[in-house]
């Protein structure tokens, strides 16, 4: 089609426009030229027939050689026709010739009214000729005169219009297309500056301005596309901005988060869900997004709780095991004590309150679950512990109310039951005081510079009794080249010591040798206890730490021990950012291990990053 751009449309619009103004200029002129020259015509053909009327009725016989004259001075056609219409007279043509003028319109109108006009086409001229027919009255054979005379002038005009016209419209035509091309130059050269930046935009490239003067409208378009650009830039920085918070924010969160489609497919992930359902792979090669859900988690429950979320737009929680890629029973039963509890819940991302997509937010909850069990162990173990002291001391207060009481020997014996029971209670409570102020001071434990000298003393000083007891000797011994003092909680070091020699004499023969070794160095302070004693079987070395646990429960008792005094020493090893270690072989004899950093973990790296900050600078 003719007319894609704006420039063509205008173009012929304006040639359209052009043409038909000047055609029809032409059409009004020569129907106004026409009109007035028709009435000059008729009025001239009136006048000249009322002269000829006259002079008709003067002279009843007329000269045709006056009347030859007559019209060719006034340059009329003169005819003159009977009653029954034939031409008597004609001065342009032989009469005798011609047909019967009866019915000619004028003819016959001007015998009826007296006078008429009529135009029509003569057969000899090409221009119209106008007839003008009157009434002779009172003539013995003229009836009717009739004058014509043609619209010759007409032709004559037209064809001069046409000439002028032609030529006018050339020169017209060859202005009208320069000035309109360089009207619709000033409208296309912005447009199409307009259109390119439009198109920039729309590639991405915000930067891009244009200057635009004229015209106004396309000056004001142009300023609004640009301020336009500036606010989309903004909004697209500030939605970026938002959706970068909300990534990290996603991202960061420990908890492993989903988001899934009707069709459960997976649109995003943290990396928390990543780790947890899509470990070893490369995420380059293997991206989550656009795998089904049912490939992550295989598991009938949660697809369950999916597709309800989707229909009833609610909330479900499915708590499941997980291993591997198993889920539910089997990873029970494969992972054993490797299977992890996971808590998922799905839900759902309404619009329109339609469920469009689910969140399923996956929390790993073994250690909760773990910790929950420890707890309910503990309370257990507690009340276990308690409950055997306690039974002996009701048993032996019952058997003095009963009677005991009054024989010395039995007094005596329940006496002593109630007062070692008592001591035993005794010393759990206070293990266990102890211990919970230990997990309390974990963030803010005293710390002082003591010397390593005064640990071994005051060690010795509380173990001093039990070794006299059971006849046992300990040596120590001390390497401290630098005489470096150590920056600890002196009492629970002290604590912790004592728990160990009284483990080692315990479970040594009476009368054995236990060894107490310190070395200090620059970095840290190691403590060794050695004993040649019982030992501890290889699979119990690790559960000896935790609480309440015994390799030996009877023989535990039987020594007055609390099944608490290494877990005491592990915590004091804890809060001082220490370890403590266990070399056992039964039969041979043990080795407890304390390490503790000598300045405190906390000095250690402030002065890692002093000397890293001064290194940096000297560098
Ligand atoms: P207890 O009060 O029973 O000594 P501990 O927590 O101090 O509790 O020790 C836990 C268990 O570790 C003891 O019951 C004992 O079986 C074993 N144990 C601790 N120290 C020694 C050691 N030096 N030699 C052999 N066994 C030990």
Known sequence: MIGHTIRQRLMLLTLIVLFLTLFGGMFIAMKAFSATLRENVRTQLAKNASYLKILLNKQQIPDSADLDAYAQATSLRITLVNQDGWVLY?????????????????????MQKGSAFSERKSATQSAPVVYHAIRIDGHPDIAVLRVS??????????????QLLFSGLAILVVLVVGITAISI??????????????KRYADGDLEARMSIQSPRELADLAATMSEMSIQLKNKIAEIESARLQAETILQSITEGILLVDRNLVVLSANQAAKKLLWNNRNEEEFPIE?????????????????????????VHEVVTAHYDHLFGETAELMGRSLTKTLRLITTPVLADSIASQVVITITDTTETKRLE??????????????KTPITAIAGSAHALIEGAKDDPQENDRFLSIINRQAQHMQNIVEDLLLLSSLEQQNTSLTRLWVSPRQIIDETMQMCRYRAQEKGSIIETSLSNLQDLPIFVNGM?????????????IAYSDAGSTIHLDAEVDEEQVVFKVKDVGCGIPKEAQQRIFERFYRVDAARSR???????????????????????TVESEVGIGSTFTLTIPRKGSDLQSMKKRSDSLYETKGS
């Open 90 to 110: 004609d001065s342009d043509f032989d009469f005798s010739a011609m047909d019967n003028h009866y019915w000619r319109t004028e003819i016959y109108e001007a």
């Open 149 to 162: 005379m043609p619209l010759s002038q007409l032709t004559g005009y037209q064809r001069i219009y046409e």
């Open 185 to 198: 130059n000033m409208i296309t050269k912005p447009l199409q500056k307009i259109k390119e930046t439009a």
């Open 373 to 386: 069990q420890i707890r309910k162990d503990f309370v257990a173990n507690v009340s276990h512990e308690l």
């Open 492 to 504: 629970l070091i002290v604590q912790a010591l004592s728990n160990l020699i009284v483990n080692a």
């Open 290 to 314: 656009g795998v089904r859900l049912v490939q992550l988690i295989s598991s009938a429950s949660i697809l369950e709780a999916c597709q309800q979320t989707f229909e009833d737009g609610k």
């Open 558 to 580: 039987g020594q007055g021990g609390t099944g608490l005094g290494l877990s005491i020493v592990k915590h004091i090893a804890q809060v001082h950012q220490g370890t403590i």
